[in-house]
């Protein structure tokens, strides 16, 4: 059974911020919980979320006829019908309720410039070969998507997995208030969302607010090769375990294989050998977190290793595909920032030394004053990294060809399917394309059009 059912009755019966409970409403047939009024099924429970965009107060009538057992919204008239002042903080104040009253669970939070996704999903991998567990789906992981994850977890979870993400102050502020985590970790310190956090200090001052509210028996997990990390962790006073490939740490990879598959795990002089089925140097780091989360659960190398080897890796995240002619087509379609495009040209130039590389790049967003510098920097790297031939779509183009100061082939497409004027993979061979941009570029187009 849903969690949020067990305690929606009591919790609202008592909070203060609700203003009419209708006597209708059935809180013993609730199915599933949305707030998306197309998906929501008879005796479902909807909360009325508003955006930019929506107001799901406006559909609670719909919702109604179509057989919800209870809406939750700001209206006041209607009926089988929760009002509350503000939806939102109502959705905020139940997951906290209920992460409250659930003393039991262990709750981890996971943060961090580049890695979120993948190490919460690696470290669910490893960890439900012991316990039962429940994490963030996709990428839930703002303060609607957060409380969401909480209010639909199982009344059996043993362990929450919650991705914690921020582009903003005071986001990670507010999630932590929400989840209290007792472990924790910031994969990495860069270059993200420098629209709003305008530097490394800023960025460090807001993850780490992830751990605002340890106890003396919280632990922090954090990457040691990370310079801006390596240089604060003396200064955290509490439980602590680091990983790294290039330091001394608790968690340590070695003997790396050159196509960032095969590597070894040394921890307290033990050795586990690992093969990725997720590859690159990003998702060894990834692993390392996830395995130094998990030894806290008393999880032991070997079932580290089952688990680590079990994840396929997440959609349109440096996925590599095979194709006729020896073809290759990297799919990292799924965002872009300063540190993943630099990482992607790098693994892309040592796992595939030998191909012809081309690049098909979009913009990288919400990168503020720094987005011409840093989209430069990327032109001076496709050149450092052997790139035979870019294009790009989007508004940088310019930035780009300053770095890449004419030393490859360059071309801009102003749309995607442009790109079946250059490129058809049935008519090269022995070649490796990278395509990569930010959300907003919607880059996973392009593979259509290649004849992926």
């Known amino acids: ?80 019908l929760i009002s509350v002042k503000n939806s939102e903080k109502f959705l905020e104040d139940f997951a906290k ?16 410039t580049n890695g979120k996704t993948s190490t919460k999903e690696f470290t669910n991998s490893i960890i439900c070969t012991k316990y039962k567990t429940h994490c963030t789906q996709g990428n839930f992981n703002n303060n609607l998507g957060l409380p969401i994850t909480v209010l639909n977890m199982d009344e059996l979870t043993e362990v929450l997995i919650l991705e914690m993400g921020t582009n903003s102050f005071g986001d990670i502020e507010k999630l932590t208030n929400i989840a209290n985590p007792d472990i924790a970790t910031i994969t990495n310190i860069g270059k993200g969302h420098t629209l709003k956090l305008k530097n490394k200090d800023q960025i460090f001052k807001e993850k780490f607010n992830i751990t605002k509210n340890f106890s003396r028996n919280s632990t922090f997990i954090f990457n040691l090769d990370d310079r801006y990390l390596n240089e604060k962790y003396k200064d955290f006073n509490f439980n602590k375990i680091s990983f790294s490939i290039n330091h001394d740490s608790d968690f340590k990879a070695i003997d790396i294989s050159n196509d960032f598959k095969k590597f070894t795990i040394i921890h307290e002089n033990k050795k586990i050998n690992i093969n990725l089925k997720a590859v690159g140097i990003s998702n060894i780091y990834n692993s390392l977190c996830a395995a130094s989360i998990a030894s806290i659960l008393n999880i032991d190398l070997e079932n580290i290793k089952v688990g680590l080897e079990s994840f396929n890796g ?29 990482n992607a040209l790098e693994m892309t130039n040592k796992i595939f030394p030998s191909k012809t590389k081309i690049a098909i790049l979009g913009d990288m967003l919400e990168l503020g004053k720094i987005e011409k510098d840093e989209h430069e920097k990327l032109g001076i790297n496709l050149v450092k990294n052997s790139f035979d031939r870019v294009f790009i779509y989007g508004n940088n183009y310019d930035n780009y060809k300053r770095g890449i100061s004419g030393k490859i082939e360059l071309e801009k497409i102003n749309n995607h399917s442009e790109i079946a004027n250059y490129i058809n993979l049935k008519k090269i061979n022995d070649t490796v394309i990278l395509i990569k941009g930010s959300r907003g570029s919607k880059m996973e187009n392009i593979l259509e059009y290649i004849g992926a």
């Open 1 to 80: 059974m849903k969690v949020f059912k067990k305690y929606l009755k009591d919790f609202i019966e008592n909070y203060n911020d609700a203003i009419k409970i209708s006597e209708d409403c059935n809180f013993d047939e609730i199915g599933n919980l949305t707030t998306d009024s197309r998906k929501l099924s008879k005796n479902d429970l909807f909360i009325a979320l508003k955006g930019e965009n929506y107001n799901g107060n406006e559909y609670i009538k719909e919702c109604i006829q179509k057989g919800a057992s209870i809406c939750i919204g700001e209206i006041t008239i209607g009926n089988r």
């Open 97 to 112: 309720y209920i992460l409250s009253s659930e003393e039991k669970i262990i709750v981890i939070g996971i943060t961090g």
């Open 314 to 342: 997440i959609e349109n995240r440096f996925k590599i595909l095979e194709y006729d002619n020896e073809n290759i087509v990297i799919n990292d379609t799924y965002n872009a920032n300063p540190n993943s495009m630099l």
